[in-house]
Nanobody, 125 residues
Framework: GQLVESGGGSVQAGGSLRLSCAAP????????TGWFRHAPEKEREGVSA????????VYADSVKGRFAVYSDNDKGTVYLQMNSLKPDDTAVYYC???????????????????WGQGTQVTVSS
């Protein structure tokens, strides 16, 4: 993929992790950046997104109040701060970049053209 995620790992329930998404070769802040996750035997789901044009952030109900997405335009990096992690948060997390003008949910995969390789997050009870 054209995006590079980092920051995954293993934590105990209640812990925190911060994922990073960088885009060598293009300015990720010019796009909508979404975070998705794929757990075993489940469909991939949209977790969060940040819209560059107005700074709007979107969260899935399952992570609202625990996760925060933000960008550092100077570093060309988008972050997903994950707090109060639960075993159900265990998954491979992907960042993706897409265009704001596409109709539909910011948490829908159809918006996104550029994807990273994923980073594993494991939360133990």
């Amino acid at each position: 993929g054209q995006l590079v995620e980092s920051g995954g790992g293993s934590v105990q329930a209640g812990g925190s992790l911060r994922l990073s998404c960088a885009a060598p070769g293009f300015t990720i802040a010019d796009y909508v950046t979404g975070w998705f996750r794929h757990a075993p035997e489940k469909e991939r789901e949209g977790v969060s997104a940040i819209v560059r044009s107005d700074g709007k952030t979107v969260y899935a109900d399952s992570v609202k109040g625990r996760f925060a997405v933000y960008s550092d335009n100077d570093k060309g990096t988008v972050y997903l701060q994950m707090n109060s992690l639960k075993p159900d948060d265990t998954a491979v997390y992907y960042c993706a970049a897409g265009f704001d003008y596409i109709d539909g949910s910011y948490l829908g995969e159809e918006r996104y053209d550029f994807w990273g390789q994923g980073t594993q997050v494991t939360v133990s009870s």
